[in-house]
């Protein structure tokens, strides 16, 4: 039976979002074949565990900076564990929207109109942000700005004027060195999950229809109401084909591994924008890459059991690699 340390908590602003997934793992985990424990990491950075023992494999629920940046997953390979999830790079480039669009840009992946903002002091007027970030045709047009490296809608802002524009720099700034403008794009907010290491799929997509001006953190994570979730999503088959290969070509170029969840607009005419990567997406039972999964044929606990073995499958293959070049 295999020892799995359920990884949570952390010292982001999406802490308690960890908590909430790692709760539902830890519940749904078949414990015929793992034998689970939970390990938390406080806000204050200090480590709690059910008992000090060794572990098979990690499985890290952590959301935002200091955990789903690269920075765990490093220290996880350095002490030669097993883990969930995608590894330094993967992890390190799909945080950082900057980096990650860059890439999508390289790899001919269809984006939105961007800005990177490192230094307040030379932050562009509102006016010239408005007309380089407004749709081809258009004088101007709403934009958002966020921090480059934060998940879970914190610290986003929809900005539509002068007033707003300040605010929003501000509230940006609070999360980040590294703030990113980005293009609005009228369109439907679609969802779609990848699971696998070299050979990845791609589940059905899901749609969230939000009650709110956009998918915000309250309208996520406070408003019960803020959005529905539609999953499968009412697509067609040629568009369904096309978000699947898509959001496969953004996990591969991204060199994710494991888990993933990409997020896309699919505009009026059919044009299909790559919005970003979550490379440790929301895993509650309730979550849309474990609802995505679910309607895809696979359910929750034997998702849990999937993404473990993968784990294990990449760092196997990965020892004995280390082994022949010795």
Known sequence: MKKVGILFGGKSAEHEISLLSAKNVYDAIDKNIFEPALIK????????????????????????????????????????????????????????????????????????????????????????????????????????????????????????????????????????????????????????????????????????????????YDAKYLDEKGAALEIPAKLDQETIKRIQDTAIKVFVTLCCEGISRVDFFLKPNGGLIVNEINTMPGFTKISMYPKMWEASGINYTDLITKLIDLAVSRFEKEQKLKTSVV
């Open 41 to 216: 990491i406080e806000k204050s950075g200090q480590w709690r565990m059910d008992a000090v023992s060794g572990f098979d494999v990690i499985f890290p629920i952590l959301h935002g900076p200091f955990g789903e940046d690269g920075t765990m997953q490093g220290f996880l390979k350095l002490a030669g564990l097993p883990f969930v999830g995608p590894g330094v790079l993967g992890s390190a480039v799909g945080m950082d929207k900057d980096v990650m669009k860059r890439l999508f840009r390289e790899a001919g992946i269809p984006i939105g109109k961007f800005i990177v903002l490192k230094n307040r002091v030379k932050a562009p007027s509102f006016a010239e942000a408005e007309a380089a970030l407004a749709p081809d045709g258009c004088r101007s047009s709403p934009f958002f700005i966020k921090p480059a490296n934060m998940g879970s809608s914190v610290g986003i802002s929809k900005v539509n004027n002068e007033a707003e524009y300040a605010a929003a720099l501000n509230e940006a700034f609070l999360y980040d060195t590294k703030i990113i403008m980005e293009e609005f794009i009228p369109g439907r907010e679609i969802e779609c999950a990848v699971l696998g290491n070299e050979d990845p799929a791609a589940s059905l997509p899901g749609e969230i229809i939000t009650s709110h001006d956009f998918y915000s």
